[in-house]
Protein backbone atom coordinates (compact mmCIF):
# COMPACT_ATOMS: atom_id res chain seq x y z
CA UNK A 1 0.00 0.00 0.00
CA UNK A 2 1.38 3.57 -0.91
CA UNK A 3 -0.01 6.80 1.27
CA UNK A 4 -0.32 9.24 -1.40
CA UNK A 5 -1.00 13.39 -0.63
CA UNK A 6 -4.60 12.81 0.61
CA UNK A 7 -3.27 10.51 3.10
CA UNK A 8 -5.84 8.12 1.78
CA UNK A 9 -3.70 4.47 0.84
CA UNK A 10 -3.57 2.81 -2.70
CA UNK A 11 -3.81 -0.49 -3.30
CA UNK A 12 -1.57 -0.26 -6.32
CA UNK A 13 1.97 -0.37 -6.37
CA UNK A 14 2.87 -0.89 -10.27
CA UNK A 15 2.27 -0.08 -13.41
CA UNK A 16 2.93 -1.57 -16.68
CA UNK A 17 2.88 0.65 -19.72
CA UNK A 18 2.49 -0.04 -23.58
CA UNK A 19 4.77 1.15 -25.81
CA UNK A 20 3.93 1.81 -29.56
CA UNK A 21 0.23 3.81 -29.38
CA UNK A 22 0.25 4.50 -26.10
CA UNK A 23 3.41 6.41 -24.36
CA UNK A 24 5.26 6.89 -28.07
CA UNK A 25 3.92 8.11 -31.35
CA UNK A 26 6.30 5.65 -32.94
CA UNK A 27 4.45 5.04 -36.32
CA UNK A 28 6.32 6.98 -38.60
CA UNK A 29 9.37 5.55 -37.96
CA UNK A 30 7.81 1.85 -38.37
CA UNK A 31 6.16 3.21 -41.55
CA UNK A 32 9.60 4.36 -42.90
CA UNK A 33 11.07 0.92 -41.83
CA UNK A 34 8.08 -1.11 -43.78
CA UNK A 35 8.14 1.59 -47.14
CA UNK A 36 11.64 1.00 -46.66
CA UNK A 37 11.84 -2.99 -46.52
CA UNK A 38 8.67 -2.88 -49.65
CA UNK A 39 11.26 -0.41 -51.82
CA UNK A 40 14.04 -2.98 -51.41
CA UNK A 41 11.95 -5.83 -52.22
CA UNK A 42 10.43 -3.85 -55.44
CA UNK A 43 7.17 -3.00 -53.89
CA UNK A 44 5.46 0.73 -54.40
CA UNK A 45 5.07 2.08 -50.31
CA UNK A 46 1.78 1.95 -48.83
CA UNK A 47 0.15 4.67 -46.78
CA UNK A 48 1.19 5.55 -43.47
CA UNK A 49 -2.37 5.30 -41.91
CA UNK A 50 -3.10 2.19 -43.50
CA UNK A 51 0.61 0.47 -41.73
CA UNK A 52 -0.70 1.92 -38.54
CA UNK A 53 -3.68 -0.42 -38.25
CA UNK A 54 -0.97 -3.24 -38.75
CA UNK A 55 0.83 -3.06 -35.33
CA UNK A 56 0.49 -4.41 -32.18
CA UNK A 57 1.43 -8.04 -32.61
CA UNK A 58 5.00 -7.23 -32.93
CA UNK A 59 7.13 -7.12 -35.75
CA UNK A 60 7.01 -9.91 -37.39
CA UNK A 61 3.32 -9.42 -38.29
CA UNK A 62 3.67 -6.23 -38.58
CA UNK A 63 5.75 -7.58 -41.72
CA UNK A 64 3.64 -10.28 -42.72
CA UNK A 65 0.43 -7.65 -42.81
CA UNK A 66 2.29 -5.13 -44.80
CA UNK A 67 2.73 -8.24 -47.53
CA UNK A 68 -0.62 -9.41 -48.13
CA UNK A 69 -0.33 -7.86 -52.00
CA UNK A 70 3.13 -10.23 -52.73
CA UNK A 71 2.29 -13.86 -51.54
CA UNK A 72 5.44 -15.19 -52.52
CA UNK A 73 8.00 -13.27 -50.82
CA UNK A 74 10.00 -14.79 -47.96
CA UNK A 75 9.36 -13.85 -44.57
CA UNK A 76 12.82 -14.24 -43.42
CA UNK A 77 14.10 -11.91 -46.41
CA UNK A 78 11.66 -9.27 -45.79
CA UNK A 79 12.20 -9.58 -41.63
CA UNK A 80 15.86 -8.92 -42.28
CA UNK A 81 15.05 -5.70 -44.86
CA UNK A 82 12.84 -4.57 -42.00
CA UNK A 83 15.04 -4.75 -39.56
CA UNK A 84 18.42 -3.18 -41.45
CA UNK A 85 15.94 0.24 -41.83
CA UNK A 86 14.22 0.17 -38.38
CA UNK A 87 17.38 0.03 -36.99
CA UNK A 88 18.53 3.11 -38.65
CA UNK A 89 15.16 5.38 -38.33
CA UNK A 90 14.10 3.87 -34.72
CA UNK A 91 13.71 6.28 -32.26
CA UNK A 92 14.24 9.69 -35.12
CA UNK A 93 10.51 11.13 -35.48
CA UNK A 94 9.01 8.82 -32.75
CA UNK A 95 7.37 11.83 -30.03
CA UNK A 96 5.91 11.59 -26.83
CA UNK A 97 2.15 11.91 -26.70
CA UNK A 98 0.81 14.72 -25.06
CA UNK A 99 0.75 14.20 -21.11
CA UNK A 100 3.08 11.02 -21.90
CA UNK A 101 6.18 12.73 -19.70
CA UNK A 102 4.23 14.71 -17.18
CA UNK A 103 1.89 10.79 -16.47
CA UNK A 104 5.24 9.18 -16.09
CA UNK A 105 6.53 11.65 -13.87
CA UNK A 106 3.24 11.56 -11.88
CA UNK A 107 3.38 8.02 -11.60
CA UNK A 108 7.27 7.78 -10.35
CA UNK A 109 5.97 10.52 -7.53
CA UNK A 110 3.00 8.85 -6.18
CA UNK A 111 5.91 6.28 -5.58
CA UNK A 112 4.76 3.97 -8.23
CA UNK A 113 7.14 1.41 -9.76
CA UNK A 114 6.87 1.60 -13.92
CA UNK A 115 7.68 -1.38 -16.67
CA UNK A 116 7.43 -1.10 -20.67
CA UNK A 117 5.35 -4.16 -21.89
CA UNK A 118 5.74 -4.00 -25.36
CA UNK A 119 5.52 -6.61 -28.42
CA UNK A 120 8.31 -4.86 -30.24
CA UNK A 121 11.39 -7.13 -30.33
CA UNK A 122 13.79 -5.94 -27.81
CA UNK A 123 16.64 -5.00 -29.84
CA UNK A 124 14.55 -2.14 -30.51
CA UNK A 125 12.78 -1.13 -27.25
CA UNK A 126 15.88 -0.01 -25.10
CA UNK A 127 17.38 2.52 -27.66
CA UNK A 128 13.55 3.81 -28.37
CA UNK A 129 12.97 4.16 -25.00
CA UNK A 130 16.74 5.95 -24.39
CA UNK A 131 16.58 8.48 -27.51
CA UNK A 132 12.79 9.67 -26.60
CA UNK A 133 14.01 10.33 -22.50
CA UNK A 134 11.29 7.45 -21.69
CA UNK A 135 14.21 4.97 -20.17
CA UNK A 136 14.83 7.28 -16.69
CA UNK A 137 11.47 6.75 -15.79
CA UNK A 138 10.93 2.91 -15.89
CA UNK A 139 12.57 0.09 -13.59
CA UNK A 140 11.66 -2.53 -16.12
CA UNK A 141 11.21 -3.34 -19.55
CA UNK A 142 9.23 -6.78 -21.22
CA UNK A 143 9.33 -7.11 -25.10
CA UNK A 144 7.72 -9.35 -27.60
CA UNK A 145 10.68 -11.57 -27.83
CA UNK A 146 11.59 -11.43 -24.25
CA UNK A 147 9.12 -14.67 -23.08
CA UNK A 148 8.17 -17.43 -25.22
CA UNK A 149 4.72 -15.88 -25.87
CA UNK A 150 3.99 -12.06 -26.40
CA UNK A 151 0.84 -9.89 -25.59
CA UNK A 152 -2.28 -10.81 -25.77
CA UNK A 153 -1.01 -13.88 -23.54
CA UNK A 154 -0.38 -12.71 -20.29
CA UNK A 155 2.65 -13.96 -20.05
CA UNK A 156 5.08 -10.43 -20.52
CA UNK A 157 3.28 -8.88 -17.84
CA UNK A 158 3.01 -11.70 -15.50
CA UNK A 159 7.09 -11.47 -16.23
CA UNK A 160 6.71 -7.73 -15.39
CA UNK A 161 5.29 -8.07 -11.99
CA UNK A 162 7.67 -10.23 -11.00
CA UNK A 163 10.71 -8.00 -12.35
CA UNK A 164 9.08 -5.04 -10.04
CA UNK A 165 8.46 -7.13 -6.76
CA UNK A 166 4.32 -6.34 -7.71
CA UNK A 167 1.52 -8.97 -7.28
CA UNK A 168 -1.27 -9.03 -10.75
CA UNK A 169 -4.10 -7.18 -8.04
CA UNK A 170 -1.39 -4.35 -6.91
CA UNK A 171 -0.89 -3.80 -10.88
CA UNK A 172 -2.46 -2.02 -13.72
CA UNK A 173 -1.88 -1.58 -17.24
CA UNK A 174 -2.16 0.86 -19.52
CA UNK A 175 -2.21 0.34 -23.03
CA UNK A 176 -3.89 1.43 -26.70
CA UNK A 177 -5.08 -1.78 -28.17
CA UNK A 178 -6.89 -5.18 -27.88
CA UNK A 179 -3.18 -7.17 -26.95
CA UNK A 180 -3.11 -5.02 -23.96
CA UNK A 181 -6.44 -5.69 -22.97
CA UNK A 182 -6.45 -9.73 -23.36
CA UNK A 183 -3.39 -9.66 -21.64
CA UNK A 184 -4.32 -7.73 -18.56
CA UNK A 185 -7.57 -9.57 -18.68
CA UNK A 186 -5.94 -13.12 -18.57
CA UNK A 187 -3.14 -11.50 -16.08
CA UNK A 188 -6.28 -10.82 -13.27
CA UNK A 189 -5.13 -6.96 -13.36
CA UNK A 190 -6.87 -4.03 -14.39
CA UNK A 191 -6.46 -2.08 -17.83
CA UNK A 192 -7.02 1.45 -18.63
CA UNK A 193 -6.65 2.54 -22.29
CA UNK A 194 -5.58 5.45 -24.21
CA UNK A 195 -7.71 6.31 -27.35
CA UNK A 196 -5.39 8.07 -29.68
CA UNK A 197 -3.13 4.41 -30.24
CA UNK A 198 -3.12 2.01 -32.89
CA UNK A 199 -5.42 -0.64 -31.48
CA UNK A 200 -5.53 -2.33 -34.97
CA UNK A 201 -7.39 0.01 -36.98
CA UNK A 202 -10.51 -0.41 -34.35
CA UNK A 203 -12.10 1.66 -32.03
CA UNK A 204 -10.81 1.35 -28.23
CA UNK A 205 -14.36 1.71 -26.86
CA UNK A 206 -14.33 -1.98 -28.07
CA UNK A 207 -12.33 -3.41 -25.19
CA UNK A 208 -13.16 -4.78 -21.98
CA UNK A 209 -11.14 -2.39 -19.73
CA UNK A 210 -11.63 -0.37 -16.48
CA UNK A 211 -11.39 2.90 -18.17
CA UNK A 212 -10.38 4.95 -21.09
CA UNK A 213 -8.56 7.81 -19.83
CA UNK A 214 -7.36 10.50 -22.52
CA UNK A 215 -3.76 10.66 -21.52
CA UNK A 216 -1.57 9.03 -19.23
CA UNK A 217 -1.36 12.13 -16.93
CA UNK A 218 -5.28 11.03 -16.73
CA UNK A 219 -4.44 7.68 -15.92
CA UNK A 220 -2.61 9.01 -12.53
CA UNK A 221 -5.30 10.65 -11.87
CA UNK A 222 -7.47 7.61 -12.09
CA UNK A 223 -5.11 5.61 -10.25
CA UNK A 224 -4.97 8.58 -7.52
CA UNK A 225 -8.33 7.87 -6.79
CA UNK A 226 -8.79 3.86 -7.01
O1 LIG B 1 5.35 -3.92 -31.85
C1 LIG B 1 4.11 -3.80 -31.98
O2 LIG B 1 3.46 -4.26 -32.93
C2 LIG B 1 3.34 -3.07 -30.94
O3 LIG B 1 4.14 -2.66 -29.87
P1 LIG B 1 3.42 -2.28 -28.49
O4 LIG B 1 3.14 -3.59 -27.81
O5 LIG B 1 4.42 -1.42 -27.79
O6 LIG B 1 2.17 -1.54 -28.84
MG1 LIG C 1 0.45 -0.48 -28.41
New binding site residues.
Partial sequence: MIRIKNDQMMKFSAVLL?????LLDSLPDLAQAVNGMRADLGLPALDTGRIGTY??KGAAVLVQRSLSDAPGQSHQEAMARFRHHYQDCNGRHAKPYPGAMEGLSRLRDMGLKLAVV??KPAQFTQPLLERTGIAPFVDASVSGDTCAHAKPHPEPLLHACRLLGATPAQAVMI???V??AQAARAAGMRMLAVPY??NEGHDVRSLEVDAIVASILDAAEWLAAH
Fill in positions: DLDGTIGTNGDSNDGY
